[in-house]
T-cell receptor, first 111, second 115 residues
Framework: TQLLEQSPQFLSIQEGENLTVYCNSS?????LQWYRQEPGEGPVLLVT?????EVKKLKRLTFQFGDARKDSSLHITAAQPGDTGLYLC???????????FGAGTRLFVKA | DTGVSQDPRHKITKRGQNVTFRCDPI?????LYWYRQTLGQGPEFLTY????????KSRLLSDRFSAERPKGSFSTLEIQRTEQGDSAMYLC?????????????FGSGTQLSVL
């Protein structure tokens, strides 16, 4: 069974602080994605990482794929209240046929 | 640019009733997925289509659940004899084969409440 474990489950920080959330698995994934979800809506794709060791930046967000393609991290610099939401990591298996999700990290950024 | 559309947004039903949800994917996308999400959890895979073919169905999915994608366009998910444990957000997503890495585009979901 492939599982994606995310930590922490919940994070409450002040505006301007930095944070890192983690996504770990014992399985190797052909690609890994990060999504952000707001209440009552579907997840929205933030980034896809494909190559082991790959680092991608999206404004204040930095995503890293582990060398062995089993884990990933998301770092947010100078968090803002608009970053509040549920951050989900998801991994696609070798054929990319099935994408599985972690339970998510719920982030709350206080003004 | 038309995204993934799901209908209805909310459904309240009594235990034992049948319900059907519809998903219209992005028009050029050939893959379509159904997920279920409960409070505090990530989306749980239910089933997946490539064009009109249903290629995989979760073992967690009981025989009360059935999905179709006639002509490889829209899809329907039917739940027969609903139970209170079926209460959840049902999400549909679509994607296009090829490219580097899977990129799923989700609809806003159908929130099902079984009383």
């Amino acid at each position: 069974t492939q599982l994606l474990e995310q930590s922490p489950q919940f994070l409450s920080i002040q505006e301007g602080e930095n944070l890192t959330v983690y996504c770990n698995s014992s399985s190797v994934f052909s690609s890994l994605q990060w999504y952000r979800q707001e209440p009552g809506e579907g997840p929205v794709l933030l980034v896809t990482v494909v190559t082991g060791g790959e680092v991608k930046k999206l404004k204040r967000l930095t995503f890293q794929f582990g060398d062995a393609r089993k884990d990933s991290s998301l770092h947010i610099t100078a968090a803002q209240p608009g970053d509040t939401g549920l951050y989900l990591c998801a991994g696609a298996t070798g054929g990319g046929f099935k994408t599985i999700f972690g339970a998510g990290t719920r982030l709350f950024v206080k003004a | 640019d038309t995204g993934v559309s799901q209908d209805p947004r909310h459904k309240i039903t009594k235990r034992g009733q049948n319900v059907t949800f519809r998903c219209d994917p992005i028009s050029e996308h050939n893959r379509l997925y159904w997920y279920r999400q409960t409070l505090g959890q990530g989306p749980e895979f239910l089933t997946y289509f490539q064009n009109e073919a249903q290629l995989e169905k979760s073992r967690l999915l009981s025989d009360r659940f059935s999905a179709e994608r006639p002509k490889g366009s829209f899809s329907t998910l039917e739940i027969q004899r609903t139970e209170q444990g079926d209460s959840a957000m049902y999400l549909c997503a679509s994607s296009l084969t090829g490219g580097m890495g899977e990129k799923l585009f989700f609809g806003s979901g159908t929130q099902l409440s079984v009383l």
